[in-house]
T-cell receptor, first 112, second 116 residues
Framework: DAKTTQPNSMESNEEEPVHLPCNHS???????IHWYRQLPSQGPEYVIH???SNVNNRMASLAIAEDRKSSTLILHRATLRDAAVYYC?????????????FGTGTRLTIIP | DARVTQTPRHKVTEMGQEVTMRCQPI?????VFWYRQTMMQGLELLAY????????DSGMPKDRFSAEMPDATLATLKIQPSEPRDSAVYFC??????????????FGNGTRLTVT
């Protein structure tokens, strides 16, 4: 499985934007970039995913580098509820090979 | 919102006892995953099924763990006999996967297992 590298932890002030980086230099052409987050005492929760183009949804934005070797998850206005561990995961889009392999993620702390 | 339901939420048992964890995937989802989370190892994939058939159980200790899907609405993970090192949170996830479409995975809130 292609691996991702994320900072172990980050802090951000409440109501400010947060940029969570992820490096994936060995990404293959069929790998989608997925982001999940895990709130305390809960299962992981899907945030967003993309292949080549930047993506926006109600939770966040995903900015993907032109060479696809890195990406950034953007939370536009962090709230206390966004404190979680954020996982950047490469998921092979080939049929039969779609499992998610989790790394250690980035623990995001929101400062009130 | 449709949810993946896991029972029980918490289980405390003694070493050597059988443990059964249950998962109800989201209706219409054809793929079910079992993960285990510990502080030391993080989230590990144990096994997954598509259309109730096991596709990959390479992450599961075969001698004591077994995973089944008796029907489309129920997935089970059994440990017999349980050991203290099995203490962890076990998550079930489901998704709709086929052809060129891979839905995001929806996770339950887990079963926290403590083996004493």
């Amino acid at each position: 499985d292609a691996k991702t590298t994320q900072p172990n932890s980050m802090e951000s002030n409440e109501e400010e934007p947060v940029h969570l980086p992820c490096n994936h230099s060995t990404i293959s052409g069929t790998d989608y970039i997925h982001w999940y987050r895990q709130l305390p005492s809960q299962g992981p929760e899907y945030v967003i995913h993309g292949l080549t183009s930047n993506v926006n949804n109600r939770m966040a934005s995903l900015a993907i580098a032109e060479d696809r070797k890195s990406s950034t998850l953007i939370l536009h206005r962090a709230t206390l509820r966004d404190a979680a561990v954020y996982y950047c995961i490469l998921r092979d889009g080939s049929f039969g090979n779609e499992k998610l392999t989790f790394g250690t993620g980035t623990r995001l702390t929101i400062i009130p | 919102d449709a949810r993946v339901t896991q029972t029980p939420r918490h289980k405390v048992t003694e070493m050597g006892q059988e443990v059964t964890m249950r998962c109800q995937p989201i209706l219409g989802h054809n793929t079910v995953f079992w993960y285990r989370q510990t502080m030391m190892q993080g989230l590990e994939l144990l096994a997954y099924f598509r259309n109730r058939a096991p596709l990959d159980d390479s992450g599961m200790p075969k001698d004591r763990f077994s995973a089944e899907m008796p029907d489309a609405t129920l997935a089970t993970l059994k440990i017999q006999p349980s050991e203290p090192r099995d203490s962890a949170v076990y998550f079930c996830a489901s998704g709709l996967i086929g052809g060129t479409y891979n839905s995001p995975l929806h996770f339950g809130n887990g079963t926290r297992l403590t083996v004493t």
